[in-house]
């Protein structure tokens, strides 16, 4: 399984942004499908996740800005960023699990986001 992210950039706070993150390869070994960021300076955090069933979570600080989503043929997930604050500035890497595992098992690159204030 391959992952890449793509779609940052830098944006004003207030700002919107749509991450990407295309998937290819076995997609059939995949069950989640996560947006992680890590801050300079900080530990690597969830943002927000969906499920093979649609299931979907979302990190407190992100919730009801923040929306993720699966494209319809399956290979791509989406992560709409809006109301951007300076804190959300980070490199967000877009992760995939196994069925029954708790771990992310691939990862694609990071795109960085950065939001000004």
């Known amino acids: 399984v391959q992952l890449q992210a793509s779609g940052g950039g830098l944006v004003q706070a207030g700002g919107s942004l749509r991450l990407t993150c295309a998937l290819s390869g076995s997609l059939g070994n995949i069950d989640r499908v996560g947006w992680l960021r890590q801050a300079p300076g900080k530990q690597r955090e969830l943002v927000a996740a969906?499920?093979?069933?649609?299931?979907?979570q979302y990190a407190d600080s992100v919730k009801g800005r923040f929306v993720i989503s699966r494209g319809n043929a399956g290979n791509a997930v989406f992560l709409q960023l809006n109301d951007l604050k300076p804190e959300d500035t980070a490199v967000y890497y877009c992760?995939?699990?196994?069925?029954?595992?708790?771990?992310?098992?691939?990862w694609g690159p990071g795109t960085l986001v950065t939001v000004s204030s």
């Open positions: 969906v499920a093979s069933d649609g299931f979907k």
């Open positions: 992760a995939a699990a196994r069925p029954y595992y708790n771990n992310w098992s691939f």
